[in-house]
């Protein structure tokens, strides 16, 4: 089956940098996604990797190791409105190919 | 505005009831995904169709049922409701259904509220 781990809470102030990483354990993996949730609203995209290394976009980028089974999301120059859960996300095709979410990272950042 | 349509927003019902949740996905999107978030829990994969056949399935109770029509949108349908399946529920959607980029962004509608009392 697949099980991803990922912290349950990060705190930070404004400016500072996070870093959110996520272990997986699939049996045919295909990539590895990040989805933002803020409080009542609905998770929205961020990134996908499906090849080892650093994508950048803008102030946040992804990383992966497939090797490792293993990939962080950063968070550079936190903003109040960066506060929000961070979900690492990804796709078994031994597993009829869902999608699967982890439980999520609530980022809280400080003034 | 996704382009995930959900119905109702929110929909308070009591236990043993059965109601029906709707979602049309982003216009030129095939596959539909369901997901449960319980309060202050992650997203639990429910099932997932592509172009009207079942996909995928996660651990979706047999009081649960789902389908896809043949204008791609899609119901879920709750049956003898508990207190426990009070909770937030997502439709999603994506171009494809397997492998690419494509697949793995998925568009959110902004979900259905449900509360069993």
């Known amino acids: 089956g697949q099980s991803l781990e990922q912290p349950s809470e990060v705190t930070a102030v404004e400016g500072a940098i996070v870093q959110i990483n996520c272990t997986y354990q699939?049996?045919?993996?295909?990539?590895l996604s990040w989805y933002q949730q803020h409080d009542g609203g609905a998770p929205t995209f961020l990134s996908y990797?499906?090849?080892?290394g650093l994508e950048e976009t803008g102030r946040f980028s992804s990383f992966l190791s497939r090797s490792d089974s293993y990939g962080y999301l950063l968070l550079q120059e936190l903003q109040m409105k960066d506060s929000a859960s961070y979900f690492c996300?990804?796709?078994?095709?031994?597993?009829?190919?869902?999608?699967?979410f982890g439980g999520g990272t609530r980022v809280l950042v400080k003034p | 505005d996704s382009g995930v349509t959900q119905t109702p927003k929110h929909l308070i019902t009591a236990t043993g009831q059965r109601v029906t949740l709707r979602c049309s996905p982003r216009?030129?999107?095939?596959?539909v995904y369901w997901y449960q978030q319980s309060l202050d829990q992650g997203l639990q994969f429910l099932i997932q169709?592509?172009?009207?056949?079942?996909?995928a399935k996660g651990n979706i109770l047999e009081r649960f049922s789902a389908q896809q029509f043949p204008d791609l949108h899609s119901e879920l349908n709750l049956s003898s409701l508990e207190l426990g399946d009070s909770a937030l529920y997502f439709c999603?959607?994506?171009?494809?259904?397997?492998?690419?980029?494509?697949?793995?962004?998925?568009?959110f509608g902004a979900g259905s509220r449900l509360t069993v009392l």
């Open positions: 999603a959607s994506s171009e494809n259904r397997t492998g690419g980029t494509g697949a793995n962004v998925l568009t």
């Open positions: 699939t049996s045919g993996f295909y990539g």
């Open positions: 990797n499906a090849l080892d």
């Open positions: 996300a990804v796709r078994d095709r031994a597993a009829g190919n869902k999608l699967t």
């Open positions: 216009s030129g999107d095939l596959s």
């Open positions: 169709y592509y172009n009207g056949e079942e996909r």
